[in-house]
C-alpha cells in the first residue's frame, strides 16, 4: 500500500467516537492535508484511477480486444495497426488516432 493508502486505512480504523484531524494525519505519513482529506470524502481519486477513465476502451473491453487479437493471430491472420485503429473505432464509434494503437500496443505487449 501507498502512503495514502496507509493513511486513510488509519482514518477508517478510528472509533467514530475519537478525534482526528487531517492536518495531525497527514503530518504522521508526510503528506498533504488537502489530498488526504479529498482522498478521505472520495472528491478526488487516484492516479491510476484517473488514468483508467481516461482510456478509450474500458478494461473490459480492452482485455476482449487483447483476445480477439491473440485468437486472430492463432487462425495465421495477425492484425496490423491499421486493422487494430479500424477496430477499435468500430467499438467506441469515434476517431481513434495513431497514438493510441502506439499506446495499446505497449499496453499489450505480450
Known sequence: MGVTED????IE??????QFTYQATADIY???RTTLSRRHWQVQGSREGQAINLQLLSPHQEEEFVK???????????PTREMIQN????????EVGNG???RF???NKD
Open 13 to 18: 480504523s478510528l472509533d467514530e467516537r475519537e
Open 87 to 94: 477496430f477499435a473505432r468500430e467499438v467506441v464509434k469515434k
Open 30 to 32: 508526510g503528506m498533504s
Open 100 to 102: 493510441w494503437v502506439t
Open 68 to 78: 480477439y487479437i491473440i485468437e486472430l493471430t492463432e487462425r495465421g491472420l495477425p
Open 105 to 107: 500496443v505497449e499496453r
Open 7 to 10: 493513511a486513510l486505512a488509519a
